[in-house]
């Protein structure tokens, strides 16, 4: 599909407010209603935009330790990876998970109560599973920028 400055325009006020009515966001890229409406339509029916959500304060639902945890794998046959994998992506713990190409395999993000928690989950969860061979975990000292 072919953006145009207006279609990446109406994404730019989206992203920054999903909750914008279809008059505000019009007058912000400069249409009338109606073809704004059209265009969200498309942008949506396309896959563009895949869908509209909440963005939640960790610290408000007590989440507010996160750690950004690179794991390395030793096994590497597909079954043991689709099983690392399930069992990460199940876990209430991670909020972001992501296969890497070269090392590490896979940062993890994790969103905790506290450090306690934390070394809970990495020691009861992440260092069970048999495909691990390495973990280093960073502590996020301040976000900056985020998309979520």
């Known amino acids: 599909m072919h953006l145009d400055s207006v279609d990446r325009d109406i994404l730019f006020h989206l992203r920054k407010d999903g909750r914008l009515t279809n008059v505000e966001l019009a007058k912000r890229v ?9 265009r969200v339509k498309r942008l949506e029916e396309a896959g563009v935009i895949s869908g509209y959500c909440a963005q939640i304060d960790p610290a408000a639902l007590a989440r507010g330790f996160e750690v950004v945890v690179a794991v390395e794998i030793s096994i590497n046959d597909l079954q043991t990876v ?5 069992a990460i992506a199940s ?13 590490p395999d896979y940062f993890v993000r ?5 450090q306690e928690v934390f070394e809970t989950f990495l020691t009861g969860k992440l260092m069970g ?13 301040k976000k900056i920028k985020t998309d979520d």
Do not use: K, N, Q, W
């Open 91 to 103: 876990y209430d713990e991670v909020v972001e998970f992501h296969r890497l190409f070269g090392r």
């Open 110 to 114: 994790v969103a905790v109560t506290d």
């Open 129 to 141: 599973l048999r495909a691990v061979a390495r973990v280093d975990s960073h502590l996020i000292m």
């Open 30 to 38: 400069g249409l009338t209603p109606p073809p704004c409406l059209r």
């Open 82 to 86: 689709e099983e690392f994998e399930t």
